[in-house]
Nanobody, 124 residues
Framework: QVQLVESGGGLVQAGDSLRLSCQAS????????MGWFRQAPGKGREFVGG????????SYADSVKARFTISRDNAKNTVYLQMNNLKPEDTAVYYC?????????????????WGQGTQVTVSV
């Protein structure tokens, strides 16, 4: 059974940093594209960024570019989202997702596996 489990969320102040982790189990995802999404109350699920399989190219939404960094440790079957200079508008539930393909896109439908999410709250 494939599982993605996010961790590392919490309550922080504006300007602080957090690192989210997404631990995969049930199969190896080293060759698969992995994405991070977020969903704020009353809003749709928004693409934050992603990292491709094999080569590990990253892409980011404009709203987080230069503040967030995605990386992966294939030996640990884990993907990370380093978030710096957090802003109140970053408050959301953050989800990781895995694709059956090596690529990443901003489309929710591209991804086949999802974690349960972890809450990130940024206060002013």
């Amino acid at each position: 059974q494939v599982q993605l489990v996010e961790s590392g969320g919490g309550l922080v102040q504006a300007g602080d940093s957090l690192r989210l982790s997404c631990q995969a189990s049930g199969r190896t995802f080293s060759g698969n594209g992995m994405g991070w999404f977020r969903q704020a109350p009353g809003k749709g699920r928004e693409f934050v960024g992603g990292i491709t399989g094999r080569v590990g190219h990253t892409s980011y939404a404009d709203s987080v570019k230069a503040r967030f960094t995605i990386s992966r440790d294939n030996a640990k079957n884990t993907v990370y989202l380093q978030m710096n200079n957090l802003k109140p508008e970053d408050t959301a539930v953050y989800y990781c997702a895995a694709s059956s393909s090596s690529g990443v896109t901003s489309s929710v439908g591209w991804y086949d596996y999802w974690g349960q999410g972890t809450q990130v709250t940024v206060s002013v």
